[in-house]
């Protein structure tokens, strides 16, 4: 409703956007915001490419100066917002010192820990795969009869990374030893503390989905589900083709949501963005299980393949479910069937250039191409890496038009790494 002569414009909502400096998401986040006309706080642990707008510094070592810093600087606000996952803990714990509605800390800290999800739901009978955790401190053998428990092949994880970083498949003890070892410096390098364990679980045959949905008092709202075709076996599980919507029969899908939705409550969480990652299973009695769950939208660009009624982004409906807005209850139905494709890191060393862009933008069906890794930046494939060297969108009238965009794109591509 449009103001009356002397009546003030109602304020637009303030809304806290905690973001970490290594994000894909600041970009569509902003975007996002600005076209719902927010006012936004910004908090960081590093420098963003902002425009200028003023950044509350933020430590993830240092929580509760976050926190006490946040409080002092950020004023009113009627939501928390985290980008990406460095940042879900530290909002959840703000949200809760300003009296927002929020998910529970404790929630949030099982949600990004591997070992506590897999223990949560094994408590509930939640489907999943068999599973060890092995101490940081256990002897090799450890490792190698926890492996020999739940069968081979077997994947080993890290805990507390994410983008398919610290993950291998082992298909022996031997197998299984090496790999351990192999996550082990990765963690080192990333920075984890020495104690973390390792997770050691049953590999799960058949093909891969993620869910995207949003949670509200009424339960999961679904907002995506991407397919995935060439579902890597390993020894690395890279993810690099996701296309919706799903092709899967549609009491697999049902399955699938009920199983996501039943292990999102289990873990805690009430509110806000999910990002689900199921295995179907071989065979239409094969209960869907999951794989991994995290309490947030789909990672990298990926969310830039999609668009809502009214032309509104992921984002946008993120933002809006924070601040207590309706969640649409139809799921992404696209005009057409959209995917993306994400560039892995071939091989280790600097970047040097990423040939033949412009060919691969011009192929059919290709709506969009972008690098997100810098030229002259180091890289590291899975699983040492956690960065993708960009983003290839497309759209067509099914599923194999868009694998074949997809797929033909990708192969014009010449990556130069030295």
Request: glycine content about 10%.
């Amino acid at each position: 409703m449009t103001p009356g002569p002397g009546e003030m414009e109602p304020a637009a909502p303030r809304v806290l956007l905690l973001m970490p400096a290594r994000t894909y998401r600041a970009a569509d986040f902003l975007l996002a915001a600005g076209r719902m006309g927010l006012d936004l706080v910004v908090g960081s642990d590093g420098a963003l490419p902002l425009g200028g707008r003023p950044v509350i510094p933020v430590s993830l070592t240092d929580p509760q100066g976050s926190a006490d810093r946040i409080m002092a600087r950020s004023g009113p606000v009627a939501a928390v917002v985290a980008a990406d996952t460095p940042m879900l803990v530290l909002a959840a714990a703000v949200a809760a010192r300003m009296g927002l509605p929020h998910n529970p800390v404790d929630a949030v800290q099982a949600a990004t820990d591997k070992a506590a999800q897999r223990l949560r739901w094994a408590a509930a009978g939640v489907a999943q795969p068999a599973f060890r955790i092995v101490p940081a401190a256990a002897p090799e053998d450890s490792v190698r009869q926890s492996a020999a428990a739940v069968g081979f092949p077997c994947v080993v994880k890290a805990v507390s990374l994410s983008a398919s970083q610290g993950i291998l498949r082992a298909d022996d003890q031997a197998g299984a030893v090496t790999a351990a070892r192999r996550i082990r410096r990765v963690l080192a390098a990333a920075r984890r503390p020495a104690s973390e364990p390792l997770l050691i679980e049953e590999y799960l045959p058949g093909p891969e989905l993620s869910i995207d949905g949003l949670l509200t008092d009424s339960g999961l709202t679904v907002t995506t589900i991407f397919d995935k075709p060439g579902t890597p076996d390993g020894p690395t599980f890279e993810e690099t083709m996701l296309i919706t919507p799903s092709r899967l029969p549609g009491p697999v899908l049902a399955a699938a949501v009920r199983t996501a939705g039943r292990a999102a409550r289990t873990l805690g969480l009430t509110r806000g963005p999910v990002h689900a990652e199921l295995r179907a299973g071989r065979g239409s009695e094969t209960e869907p299980a999951m794989l991994e769950l995290a309490p947030r939208s789909i990672g990298g660009l990926c969310s830039r393949a999609l668009r809502f009624p009214g032309g509104k982004s992921l984002e946008e409906l993120v933002l809006a479910n924070a601040l207590g807005h309706p969640t649409p209850a139809a799921s992404h139905h696209p005009a057409r069937t959209a995917g993306v494709f994400m560039l892995p890191v071939p091989r280790p060393g600097v970047l040097q250039a990423v040939e033949c862009r412009a060919d691969a933008a011009a192929m059919p069906g290709i709506t969009g191409l972008t690098i997100t890794t810098p030229i002259g930046q180091r890289v590291h494939p899975l699983p040492d890496g956690d960065r993708y060297l960009g983003f290839i969108f497309a759209e067509g009238d099914t599923h194999q038009d868009v694998e074949n965009a997809l797929t033909a794109a990708r192969d014009q591509l010449h990556v130069v790494i030295r």
